[in-house]
């Protein structure tokens, strides 16, 4: 077993190499499928003979393990991905003459209708911050900011000043592969990061610090996504809402607010950013559930 994690390792090792160096992926993504790889390689250490000649049977059982270790559909789903990524490489290198993997298929995975808040429910997070909270400005700031453009946590977190274009009312984000786009700004949003410029953040970084983000932390370093995803948390607590309530989701809600209102899907893919129009028609479902809702409520014969 101890030859099989050995060359398994050296094969993970290559397979993190060509995503960074030759196709290019962020490293955020990068350190993702490493984590997802880990997963295989604690599985394959004591279930496989071979890994470069996998039966659809093993693969199979590698699932059910993921779902013993208590993994959420999506974030199987997920390593499945990782794991057709990862063989594919290995086809890609001779490495194995054919790739068993690519008969696992999990549709219904995929079909999770993300978790959105009502306007109101928006509304109160937002407002959620108060002004005795030491670093209020610029935590309301973050949670219009994450509404208004609909953006990933790490966006947000590595918004640069030069990318706010505030007088004009947009910013740029750089999203996924690296990929710019041009979001609007709404005037909350705008007034609140005005604020926090103006009278928060030049008494948190002070020269000569370099840091070059919009958002920081009270030692003026770049905010991680971490803390973000701790302030929407307390947020959300202290406004009521789900306990799952998470940056993710105020992405989830601009997207479906926007479609609920009339905007087009194409539109909607390309202020998130979404590089096929199927992730974004998952909103369309969200909205479609709404509606059935509203139906059986109001409906004589719902």
């Avoid at 007088?167 to 786009?181: L, P, Y």
Wanted: hydrophobic residues 40%; aromatic residues 8%.
């Amino acid at each position: 077993m101890a030859d099989i994690a050995t060359t398994l390792a050296g094969d993970v090792a290559a397979f993190r190499q060509y995503i960074q160096a030759e196709r290019g992926l962020a490293l955020n993504s990068v350190a993702a499928y490493g984590r997802d790889m880990r997963h295989f390689q604690e599985w394959a250490s004591g279930a496989l003979r071979d890994h470069l000649q996998p039966t659809v049977r093993q693969l199979t059982n590698y699932l059910g393990f993921l779902k013993e270790e208590g993994l959420a559909a999506p974030s199987i789903a997920r390593h499945l991905v990782a794991l057709k990524m990862f063989y594919r490489f290995l086809r890609l290198e001779e490495r194995v003459k054919q790739n068993t993997v690519e008969l696992l298929s999990s549709p219904k995975l995929w079909q999770r209708i993300p978790q959105v808040l009502n306007p109101e429910s928006v509304d109160r997070l937002l407002s959620a911050p108060r002004e005795d909270d030491r670093f209020y400005l610029r935590d309301r700031a973050l949670l219009e900011t994450l509404y208004a453009t609909g953006s990933r946590a790490s966006e947000v977190v590595h918004l640069k000043l030069n990318d706010l274009y505030l007088d004009s009312g947009f910013c740029k984000c750089t999203g996924k592969g690296s990929k710019q786009r041009v979001v609007p700004l709404g005037q909350p949003a705008i007034l609140a990061i005005k604020n926090y410029l103006s009278s928060l953040r030049p008494l948190l970084v002070r020269p000569p610090s370099d840091v070059d983000t919009v958002f920081v932390s009270r030692g003026g370093k770049t905010l991680t996504r971490e803390m973000l995803w701790v302030l929407v948390k307390k947020y959300a607590r202290r406004a009521g809402l789900p306990p799952k309530v998470s940056p993710h989701t105020l992405r989830h809600s601009f997207a479906t607010h926007l479609l609920s209102g009339g905007a087009d899907l194409r539109t909607v893919q390309e202020l998130l950013g979404h590089a096929n129009i199927r992730t974004t028609q998952h909103y369309t479902h969200v909205d479609r559930d709404r509606l059935q809702g509203i139906h059986r409520k109001f409906h004589p014969r719902g």
